[in-house]
């Protein structure tokens, strides 16, 4: 799950269910059940096999005041291009953070954005003016406007690289680079599944909806191919889209993480609430009556105590 405090509370739900099936004899004598938050997970993967990257497991991550002070000296410091930049330091520094984080969240390099600004650059200098002109001419004022910031942005990228390489000297991470350095190992070294495999029988996701693409390929090579998993979320609740998560990642999920036998995972909607009355319920589902309008699987809610 995402925060400390879900995970304790759903380790002890968990649990204390558990414990309640064993005594009405429902269930064998519960086993150990590990809960975690996602960049916790991807930091203990990192620990025990960053090494097949060159990662020392006593790597020191840096929060995120420390990621600042560190970006802000490179700022202090920098005798780079920043033509174009006009924005004050501290924006500068946020802005080089948020750059940063989105490169780890989609495994992007800073080559990668660098190219894809500049290929979005070249192509619009030279299409028409207008949609009935046929020859380039300059671009409008918005345009001109949305240009000029791309271009401002590529500025930026140096300043990332330079943010990476100092993190590489001074043998320090960011949590975006956890998450990132174990989706590559995931990824890219087989025996790294195998093992999380063999220690987690059965997988369970938690608010799915808010996964980033590194999570997603750091689950998918861990866990996809028929391992038991199971994903849980609310594609209208997704709220880290700021932060490369996308609620594609849940509707994808049957694809993503299909059976042994190669077909689609299967889907179950959650309909009953254990929380509210009828009339709390019935209010939401008036509220939702336009998603499902606009075809998103909403589901109708009952109450359990209803």
């Given at each position: 799950?995402?925060?400390?405090?879900?995970?304790?509370?759903?380790?002890?739900?968990?649990?204390?269910?558990?414990?309640?099936?064993?005594?009405?004899?429902?269930?064998?004598?519960?086993?150990?059940?590990?809960?975690?938050?996602?960049?916790?997970?991807?930091?203990?993967?990192?620990?025990?096999?960053?090494l097949r990257l060159g990662v020392e497991p006593g790597a020191r991550?840096?929060?995120?005041?420390?990621?600042?002070?560190?970006?802000?000296?490179?700022v202090e410091r920098w005798d780079g291009d920043m033509s174009g930049?006009?924005?004050?330091?501290?924006?500068?520094?946020?802005?080089?953070?948020?750059?940063?984080?989105?490169?780890?969240?989609?495994?992007?390099?800073?080559?990668?954005?660098?190219?894809?600004?500049?290929?979005?650059?070249?192509?619009?200098?030279?299409?028409?003016?207008?949609?009935?002109?046929?020859?380039?001419?300059?671009?409008?004022?918005?345009?001109?406007?949305?240009?000029?910031?791309?271009?401002?942005?590529?500025?930026?990228?140096?300043?990332?690289?330079?943010?990476?390489?100092?993190?590489?000297?001074?043998?320090?991470?960011?949590?975006?680079?956890?998450?990132?350095?174990?989706?590559?190992?995931?990824?890219?070294?087989?025996?790294?599944?195998?093992g999380e495999r063999e220690r987690y029988r059965v997988v369970l996701?938690?608010?799915?909806?808010?996964?980033?693409?590194?999570?997603?390929?750091?689950?998918?090579?861990?866990?996809?191919?028929?391992?038991?998993?199971?994903?849980?979320?609310?594609?209208?609740?997704?709220?880290?889209?700021?932060?490369?998560?996308?609620?594609?990642?849940?509707?994808?999920?049957?694809?993503?993480?299909?059976?042994?036998?190669?077909?689609?995972?299967?889907?179950?909607?959650?309909?009953?609430?254990?929380?509210?009355?009828?009339?709390?319920?019935?209010?939401?589902?008036?509220?939702?009556?336009?998603?499902?309008?606009?075809?998103?699987?909403?589901?109708?809610?009952?109450?359990?105590?209803?």
């Amino acid at each position: 799950t995402f925060t400390r405090k879900a995970a304790a509370e759903l380790a002890e739900r968990i649990r204390s269910r558990l414990r309640a099936l064993h005594r009405c004899g429902l269930g064998p004598e519960p086993e150990p059940v590990t809960v975690a938050t996602y960049h916790s997970y991807a930091a203990s993967v990192l620990t025990d096999h960053g090494l097949r990257l060159g990662v020392e497991p006593g790597a020191r991550v840096l929060g995120e005041a420390g990621a600042w002070q560190l970006v802000d000296e490179l700022v202090e410091r920098w005798d780079g291009d920043m033509s174009g930049v006009e924005s004050s330091r501290r924006t500068v520094v946020d802005a080089v953070l948020a750059l940063a984080g989105e490169c780890a969240e989609h495994l992007v390099d800073c080559e990668d954005v660098d190219a894809a600004l500049a290929a979005v650059v070249e192509q619009a200098v030279v299409l028409p003016r207008k949609d009935t002109d046929r020859a380039p001419g300059a671009p409008m004022a918005k345009v001109r406007d949305i240009l000029e910031r791309l271009a401002a942005r590529r500025r930026l990228v140096p300043l990332v690289r330079a943010y990476v390489e100092r993190k590489r000297q001074a043998e320090v991470l960011d949590f975006g680079d956890q998450v990132a350095l174990a989706a590559r190992l995931a990824r890219d070294v087989p025996a790294v599944g195998a093992g999380e495999r063999e220690r987690y029988r059965v997988v369970l996701l938690d608010e799915y909806q808010d996964t980033s693409h590194a999570q997603l390929v750091l689950l998918r090579a861990l866990f996809g191919g028929g391992h038991p998993v199971t994903a849980v979320g609310d594609p209208c609740q997704s709220i880290y889209g700021w932060r490369g998560a996308s609620a594609g990642t849940l509707t994808a999920f049957r694809r993503e993480f299909r059976a042994r036998t190669g077909v689609d995972a299967g889907q179950s909607a959650l309909t009953t609430s254990f929380r509210n009355g009828e009339r709390i319920l019935g209010v939401a589902n008036r509220l939702a009556e336009p998603l499902r309008a606009e075809g998103l699987d909403v589901p109708v809610l009952t109450s359990f105590n209803g």
